[in-house]
């Protein structure tokens, strides 16, 4: 996990509300990118990216909006549009430089809707 | 399309045995292959990666793994499990003409070691 931060570790929110899931990095990676987690899914890209002003949407973007305002930041956050936010979400990044770059991890963010 | 099967959901395996968690891929040029553990409530780790070379590469607490082109496998395996080793195994793919794109993920396969 070193290097990577999420904040908070847990989120509580109420139905109708957004929230704003915080990941930063000290690695001096370009790439980040947001994955959610659920019980027998495996991960899924949310968003990604590549470098700062810039990135892509993942598999399953519907609900969520990010930003890239700075190389060290990429905040996620959960808009009342996503149906079903109650999962764990993971903040990745790596060098940006190859394809043999190794994705490191931060660790999580579990998000709860009561 | 690059695509990772784990076709295990769960293994079993008692403490001191050797332990092999399965992983099978897809892509069009030549793969780039990783492996991760996550253990609850907590990020991925980062165990090992297969480049290029040695097919059988080593990675950290002891875990090893064999790429196999003509069986387009990765497994990842450990000479002899430890209960520490329980948690949730991760393959994941990127293949070479891909350029920076995010890894490609297995859906996991929970290992479970018993005493």
């Known amino acids: 996990d070193g290097g990577i931060t999420q904040s908070p570790k847990y989120l509580f929110r109420k139905e109708g509300q957004n929230v704003t899931l915080s990941c930063e990095q000290n690695l001096n990676h370009d790439a980040m990118y947001w994955y959610r987690q659920d019980p027998g899914q495996g991960l899924r890209l949310i968003y990604y990216?590549?470098?700062?002003?810039?990135?892509q949407k993942g598999d399953i973007a519907e609900g969520y909006s990010v930003s890239r305002e700075k190389k060290e930041s990429f905040p996620l956050t959960v808009t009342s549009a996503q149906k079903n936010p109650t999962a764990f979400y993971l903040c990745?990044?790596?060098?940006?430089?190859?394809?043999?770059?190794?994705?490191?991890f931060g660790p999580g963010t579990r998000l709860t809707v009561l | 399309a690059q695509s990772v099967a784990q076709p295990e959901d769960q293994v079993n395996v008692a403490e001191g045995n050797p332990l092999t968690v399965k992983c099978t891929y897809s892509v069009s040029g030549n793969p780039y292959l990783f492996w991760y553990v996550q253990y609850p409530n907590r990020g991925l780790q980062f165990l090992l990666k297969y480049i290029t070379g040695d097919n059988l590469v080593k990675g950290s607490y002891g875990f090893e793994a064999e790429f196999n082109k003509s069986q387009t496998s990765f497994h990842l395996k450990k000479p002899s499990a430890l209960v520490s080793d329980s948690a949730l195994y991760f393959c994941a793919v990127r293949d070479e003409n891909s350029g920076n794109t995010p890894l490609v993920f297995g859906k996991g396969t929970r290992l479970s070691v018993i005493a």
């Open positions: 990216s590549q470098i700062v002003n810039d990135f």
């Open positions: 990745a990044s790596n060098q940006g430089a190859s394809s043999t770059d190794t994705q490191y």
